[in-house]
């Protein structure tokens, strides 16, 4: 049975579709995927290709959501291959110029801009899905939410809109002033603060070698998302603790939407936000093979767009690994799949809610050739997906050379500007980092702590 609400009017954005039935979301989802098949052929030049190869001629073949799992997935080096051959957005983009109204745009695994095009009407569309989570966790109108998330080109610029959208008044203060933070936090006393887990970590150890207790700042919920992390029960129980503070997590994909997932007071995974406009599947990554949604599941999430314009997306493979924590009404009303991420497939690493890709950082110190070979390695000082800077990055250096002054601290202002991540450069001499026939590593967690 559900909770009664009565005294909460704001906690739930949508009853209709987040109380529903388990399951009565299906027919309408599917006829607006077959709407958006017929969209694709006749506005993506990449998916009809694409589908074309796959021996799929037309809508017809296509068939309903039952039929997604014949067709082939769709990869982040696809968009990016497709954006090189086809700029300036790539042929996946099924929009005219003139109707992209937001563009978003990442580093990349070259350093390159990776472009993220939204019409009008797909900006409101995400605007929905995440006013639906962020209400399930805990914020409403009238707070006063602190931010520290970049905006700039990134798509976490479109949570100020969202909170925008739901009535809060905003703080946004980022990354890099720390005074700045903590003084926002102590002074102007937000209802709420945003930000990665590692971010929230850090703010409660900075506020207190200034003095200021993050627990008596009288925060009422804390959000977090960017990286995994927000449901590991030590780490939540650290951060709850610091701030004296209910933390709930949410996620999202960039390419697909800005906030897909979100947890409610129950804090039992996260909820799926976003019937009506993306469609999730459940792979095996090794595999690929279709994984039902069933309490203790794992694998890689897949999302499809639904309802999309700018750059509709099928089978786009998020290389989030996930459990599914349960799929049943809870207390607040909520139904629905419900998901805890638990790391990434591939080797992307975070560090500090930005996503980072080793061959990106080689890329970019590859610009100091000769001074440099090209040749790096990481070396994190701990396991796992998450990462704290500096990132610790061994440079090689031509054989008898001696670094000039200022090389090093060159190569990590220009991998900040580029990437938005902070390192510490070691320069090595030829054949101390080792190569190998089949893959040069460029990630060493060999004297990393557990």
């Given at each position: 049975?559900?909770?009664?609400?009565?005294s909460?009017?704001?906690?739930?954005?949508?009853?209709?579709?987040?109380?529903?039935?388990?399951?009565?979301?299906?027919?309408?989802?599917?006829?607006?995927?077959?709407?958006?098949?017929?969209?694709?052929?006749?506005?993506?030049?990449?998916?009809?290709?694409?589908?074309?190869?796959?021996?799929?001629?037309?809508?017809?073949?296509?068939?309903?959501?039952?039929?997604?799992?014949?067709?082939?997935?769709?990869?982040?080096?696809?968009?990016?291959?497709?954006?090189?051959?086809?700029?300036?957005?790539?042929?996946?983009?099924?929009?005219?110029?003139?109707?992209?109204?937001?563009?978003?745009?990442?580093?990349?695994?070259?350093?390159?801009?990776?472009?993220?095009?939204?019409?009008?009407?797909?900006?409101?569309?995400?605007?929905?899905?995440?006013?639906?989570a962020?209400?399930?966790?805990?914020?409403?109108?009238?707070?006063?939410?602190?931010t520290?998330?970049?905006?700039?080109?990134?798509?976490?610029?479109?949570?100020?809109?969202?909170?925008?959208?739901?009535?809060?008044?905003?703080?946004?203060?980022?990354?890099?002033?720390?005074?700045?933070?903590?003084?926002?936090?102590?002074?102007?006393?937000?209802?709420?603060?945003?930000?990665?887990?590692?971010?929230?970590?850090?703010?409660?150890?900075?506020?207190?070698?200034?003095?200021?207790?993050?627990?008596?700042?009288?925060?009422?919920?804390?959000?977090?998302?960017?990286?995994?992390?927000?449901?590991?029960p030590?780490?939540r129980?650290?951060?709850?603790?610091?701030?004296?503070?209910?933390?709930?997590?949410?996620?999202?994909?960039?390419?697909?939407?800005?906030?897909?997932?979100?947890?409610?007071?129950?804090?039992?995974?996260?909820?799926?936000?976003?019937?009506?406009?993306?469609?999730?599947?459940?792979?095996?990554?090794?595999?690929?093979?279709?994984?039902?949604?069933?309490?203790?599941?794992?694998?890689?999430?897949?999302?499809?767009?639904?309802?999309?314009?700018?750059?509709?997306?099928?089978?786009?493979?998020?290389?989030?690994?996930?459990?599914?924590?349960?799929?049943?009404?809870?207390?607040?009303?909520?139904?629905?799949?419900?998901?805890?991420?638990?790391?990434?497939?591939?080797?992307?690493?975070?560090?500090?809610?930005?996503?980072?890709?080793?061959?990106?950082?080689?890329?970019?110190?590859?610009?100091?050739?000769?001074?440099?070979?090209g040749?790096?390695?990481?070396?994190?000082?701990?396991?796992?997906?998450r990462?704290?800077?500096?990132?610790p990055?061994?440079?090689?250096?031509?054989?008898?050379?001696t670094?000039?002054?200022?090389?090093?601290?060159?190569?990590?202002?220009?991998?900040r500007?580029?990437?938005?991540?902070?390192?510490?450069?070691?320069?090595?001499?030829?054949?101390?980092?080792?190569?190998?026939?089949?893959?040069?590593?460029?990630?060493?967690?060999s004297?990393?702590?557990?």
């Open positions: 049975m559900a909770a009664d609400l009565s909460d009017p704001d906690a739930i954005f949508e009853p209709a579709i987040e109380c529903a039935e388990p399951g009565s979301h299906v027919a309408a989802d599917d006829a607006l995927w077959r709407r958006q098949a017929d969209y694709l052929f006749a506005h993506s030049p990449f998916y009809r290709a694409k589908f074309a190869a796959a021996g799929l001629r037309g809508p017809k073949d296509i068939g309903g959501l039952s039929d997604l799992a014949r067709l082939p997935l769709t990869l982040k080096d696809e968009l990016r291959a497709s954006q090189q051959d086809s700029p300036p957005i790539g042929a996946h983009c099924a929009a005219p110029l003139d109707d992209i109204k937001r563009v978003f745009s990442t580093s990349g695994t070259t350093g390159t801009p990776s472009y993220i095009p939204l019409t009008a009407a797909d900006r409101e569309r995400w605007l929905r899905t995440s006013r639906r962020y209400t399930a966790a805990g914020i409403r109108p009238h707070h006063r939410v602190l520290t998330y970049n905006a700039g080109p990134f798509v976490a610029g479109l949570v100020l809109d969202t909170l925008q959208s739901l009535g809060c008044g905003l703080i946004p203060v980022g990354t890099g002033n720390t005074d700045r933070l903590v003084t926002a936090l102590s002074r102007l006393k937000p209802h709420v603060t945003m930000g990665t887990p590692s971010a929230l970590v850090y703010i409660a150890e900075a506020a207190r070698e200034r003095g200021v207790d993050p627990a008596a700042c009288g925060l009422a919920a804390l959000v977090t998302g960017g990286e995994p992390g927000g449901s590991e030590a780490l129980q650290r951060i709850e603790q610091a701030f004296d503070a209910r933390l709930c997590e949410v996620l999202g994909v960039g390419d697909v939407g800005i906030t897909l997932w979100a947890e409610g007071p129950e804090q039992d995974g996260m909820h799926f936000c976003a019937y009506g406009t993306v469609h999730a599947e459940l792979i095996d990554p090794a595999t690929g093979q279709v994984i039902a949604f069933e309490t203790g599941a794992t694998g890689e999430v897949v999302y499809t767009h639904l309802h999309h314009e700018a750059a509709p997306l099928v089978r786009f493979r998020s290389r989030d690994h996930v459990v599914v924590t349960g799929t049943g009404r809870v207390p607040s009303g909520r139904t629905g799949t419900r998901i805890r991420c638990i790391g990434r497939t591939d080797d992307m690493m975070i560090v500090r809610g930005v996503n980072l890709f080793p061959s990106a950082v080689r890329e970019v110190v590859a610009r100091f050739a000769p001074a440099v070979t040749t790096i390695l990481i070396r994190p000082l701990k396991t796992g997906v990462q704290d800077p500096p990132l990055l061994q440079v090689e250096v031509p054989e008898g050379t670094p000039a002054t200022g090389l090093a601290e060159a190569i990590e202002k220009t991998v500007d580029v990437l938005v991540v902070t390192t510490r450069v070691e320069f090595v001499a030829p054949g101390t980092i080792p190569g190998g026939e089949y893959k040069t590593p460029l990630v060493d967690f004297s990393a702590a557990a």
